[in-house]
């Protein structure tokens, strides 16, 4: 299992996470926006650090964690069908380096480019462990 913490006031950000949630439908992915501060203090994450963009975390080894572009390609590879794709990604000279920068460039200028929620999106499969979820929608 991972966790992605997404910008849950972005519309891009929900609107992938959204994606995420159909074609997954938790079996891979749990999630939480980055306005949960509580679970950001439980996964160690500082809000400074969510300024550098999404983050995904190997729920079995925590300590094992992408941000920004990385982050992106890991959920991409993580997907067989997309997993071709990523290391292609990756092997093409320039291409990542420039996949970088737009990541950057999007991160940085979300709300003007896409707009922001009135209010922030709680996902349909919120971090759980045992029998408890934080952040879902009940």
């Not at 910008?7 to 079996?27: K, S």
């Amino acid at each position: 299992m991972y966790h992605v913490v997404y910008d849950g006031n972005c519309n891009l950000c929900v609107n992938l996470v959204r994606l995420l949630e159909t074609l997954d439908r938790g079996e891979r992915f749990q999630y939480t926006p980055m306005q949960d501060e509580a679970m950001l203090d439980r996964l160690g994450i500082t809000p400074e650090a969510c300024e550098q963009g999404m983050i995904l975390i190997n729920a079995d080894v925590p300590e094992q964690r992408w941000q920004g572009s990385a982050a992106a390609e890991e959920i991409g590879r993580l997907f067989p069908a997309a997993d071709l794709a990523v290391a292609a990604y990756r092997a093409v000279p320039g291409l990542k380096m420039g996949g970088d920068r737009l990541y950057e460039f999007i991160r940085d200028n979300r709300y003007a480019i896409f707009g922001k929620r009135g209010s922030t999106y709680q996902p349909t499969y919120p971090i759980c462990e045992s029998d408890r979820c934080w952040g879902s929608r009940e």
